[in-house]
C-alpha cells in the first residue's frame, strides 16, 4: 500500500543550508569517531535523527515571541504569559520554569525521594531513571508486555500493566507513581486515556501522588483523540492533566522550544520546597535558569503544538517514514509511534548476535551510506547494566517542523537500500568505554574474520 505524504502546514521563511558530504568524507569522519555517531561534528551530517529533543524549527510567532521577551529578572511579562498558557493548558496553578526537563526531575526527587523508595512508571526515561537512583530511590518499569512485540498491533502501547503496578504499591514504599506520555523509553507510543485514569483511581484510593512526565503531551492527545476519544486533543491533553496531580516537563519536545521545562503542580506546599531548592541551583522561580524570551517562545510553543493540522502532520510524517519501511519488508516496531520510527535491528540483523551490537551496525552503515545520523537504542546503551536489553533497535528521532517528506523518502530509501545487503553487514567490538553511560563515548571496531579483507 502506498503511504501519502502528510501536507506540512507550513511554508519556509527561513533556511539553514545542509553541507552534501561524499562517502569517502564519512568514511573518514566515522574514523575519527571510533563509529561513534555521538562524535561526528554536525555539519558533516546530512539529515540529524539522533534526537527529536531541542531540534524544532520555531514559528515566526516564536521569533516574534523572542524579541517581545522582557528580561527583568524578577516579574517578567514573559513569565506572566508563560505561567498562564501552562495553567490553561494544564490546570495546575503551581508553575515553576526550570532550564530543562531533567533539572525539574532532579529538583522534584530530591525533595520527595528517600533513599530504599520505590517509583513505579510506564517505562522511566534515562535522565528520570538516573535521577531516581541519584535520591536513593528505585525506579521500576511496569509497561505492558505487548511494548515488546515489534509487530503486535495494540495502539496503546505505552500503557500501564495494572497488575504489576499494583503488586508494586501492595510491597514497596512507594511515594509517588510517574507515567510518561508518549512513553520514550518505549518506542514513544501512547498512553490511552483508560489506563491514565486507571492508574490515577488506583493512586488516589491509596493517597499516593501521580505525576506526569509530559514532554509530548499533546502528541500523546492526538493519539487518544484518534483511537479512543475524540474530543478535540486541547480538551484531551486537560483531560490527562486532571488525572495527575503534578507533571514535570521538557519545553524542547512539544513546547516546540530549543531549550525550557517546568515542574507544575496543584500541593503549594510541595511548589515552594521546589521553589527554595530552584532558586539554589536554577535560579529565582521567574526565570528558572531560563532567558525570560525563551519563557516567551514557549508560550506560543505550547498553544500551536496543540494546533490539530500541526499533530495531524507531525504524527503523520513519523507514520509515513515507518509506513514506506514496512511495506518494504524492513522489521519497524508497529504501529508508528509519535515522534520517531524504531528499527529492530536483531530482525534487520539476525547473523549479528546482540553482543556485537547490531543497532549501532546497522546505525553505522546508515551514516555512511546516507549521512542520516540515527541513534543505537540496546546492546551498546544499556548493555553494561544489570540485565541485557530485551531489544536492539534503532531510532529514528525525527525533529519537529525541521524536515520534509523529501527528507523522509531520502532517509526510507537508503534503509531499503541498505536491507537488500544486510548479509554483507559484519558486527562491531569496542575497543575503549567509560564506566557509565558508555554509548556517548565508546569507540568501535569492525570484528573482520579471520582470513577476510578488512
Ligand atoms: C520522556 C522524557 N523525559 C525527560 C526527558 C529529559 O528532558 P531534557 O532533555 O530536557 O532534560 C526527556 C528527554 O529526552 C524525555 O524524552
Not at 507550513?10 to 561513534?36: D, V
Not at 514573559?78 to 490546570?91: H, Q, W, Y
Amino acid at each position: 500500500m502506498a503511504h501519502a505524504a502528510p501536507f506540512e502546514p507550513f511554508r519556509i521563511k527561513s533556511i539553514e543550508h545542509i553541507r552534501m558530504t561524499t562517502r569517502e568524507e564519512r568514511a573518514e569522519a566515522l574514523e575519527k569517531a571510533g563509529n561513534n555517531l555521538f562524535a561526528i561534528p554536525s555539519e558533516m551530517v546530512l539529515v540529524d535523527l539522533l534526537t527529536d529533543s531541542g531540534g524544532a524549527a520555531m514559528s515566526d510567532a516564536q521569533w516574534g515571541a523572542l524579541m517581545m521577551g522582557d528580561e527583568a529578572y524578577a516579574g517578567s511579562k514573559s513569565f506572566a504569559k508563560f505561567e498562564a498558557t501552562v495553567r490553561g493548558i494544564t490546570g495546575f496553578h503551581h508553575v515553576i520554569p526550570v532550564h530543562q526537563g531533567r533539572a525539574a526531575e532532579h529538583i522534584l526527587f530530591s525533595q520527595i525521594v528517600k533513599p530504599g523508595d520505590v517509583i513505579p512508571s510506564n517505562s522511566h526515561f534515562d535522565t528520570t531513571r538516573a535521577n531516581i537512583m541519584a535520591a536513593g530511590g528505585k525506579p521500576v518499569d511496569c509497561v505492558c508486555e505487548c511494548a515488546f512485540e515489534a509487530e503486535h498491533p495494540c495502539v496503546s502501547k505505552g500503557n500501564v500493566y495494572l497488575p504489576k503496578l499494583r503488586r508494586v504499591l501492595d510491597t514497596e514504599r512507594v511515594p509517588f507513581v510517574m507515567c510518561t506520555v508518549t512513553n520514550n523509553a518505549g518506542g514513544g507510543q501512547p498512553v490511552s486515556l483508560s489506563d491514565l485514569q486507571a492508574v490515577s483511581a488506583e493512586c488516589r484510593k491509596r493517597k499516593i501522588p501521580f505525576y506526569l512526565d509530559a514532554c509530548r503531551f499533546a502528541e500523546n492527545a492526538w493519539f487518544i483523540s484518534r483511537n479512543e476519544d475524540p474530543r478535540p486533543v486541547r480538551e484531551i491533553a486537560r483531560a490527562m492533566f486532571d488525572l495527575a496531580d503534578g507533571a514535570t516537563m521538557s519545553c524542547k519536545k512539544d513546547g516546540l522550544s530549543n531549550t525550557g521545562g517546568f515542574f507544575a503542580c496543584r500541593d503549594e506546599g510541595l511548589a515552594e520546597k521546589f521553589k527554595q531548592r530552584l532558586i539554589l541551583v536554577e535560579g529565582f522561580p521567574t526565570y528558572g535558569g531560563l532567558a525570560r524570551r525563551d519563557l516567551a517562545a514557549i508560550a506560543v510553543g505550547l498553544e500551536e503544538v496543540l494546533d490539530e493540522d500541526y499533530l495531524r502532520y507531525r504524527v503523520g510524517q513519523v507514520a509515513y517514514l515507518a509506513g514506506r519501511l514496512h511495506d518494504a519488508g524492513v522489521p519497524v516496531i508497529q504501529p508508528a509511534g509519535g515522534h520517531a520510527v524504531f528499527i529492530d535491528a536483531r530482525a534487520f540483523l539476525p547473523h549479528i548476535p546482540p553482543p556485537q551490537f547490531p543497532g549501532q551496525v546497522l546505525a553505522v552503515a546508515l551514516y555512511l551510506e546516507s549521512g542520516v545520523r540515527s541513534c543505537e537504542i540496546g546492546t551498546l546503551m544499556f548493555g553494561d547494566g544489570v540485565a541485557p536489553p530485551r531489544m536492539d533497535l534503532v531510532r529514528l528521532a525525527i525533529p519537529r517542523r525541521a524536515y520534509t517528506n523529501t527528507h523522509m523518502d531520502y532517509v526510507a530509501d537508503h534503509i531499503i537500500a541498505l536491507h537488500h545487503r544486510a548479509a554483507q553487514m559484519r558486527g562491531l567490538r569496542i575497543v575503549q568505554q567509560a564506566a557509565a553511560l558508555r554509548h556517548f563515548t565508546a569507540r568501535l571496531e569492525e570484528i573482520v574474520p579471520t582470513g577476510a579483507k578488512a
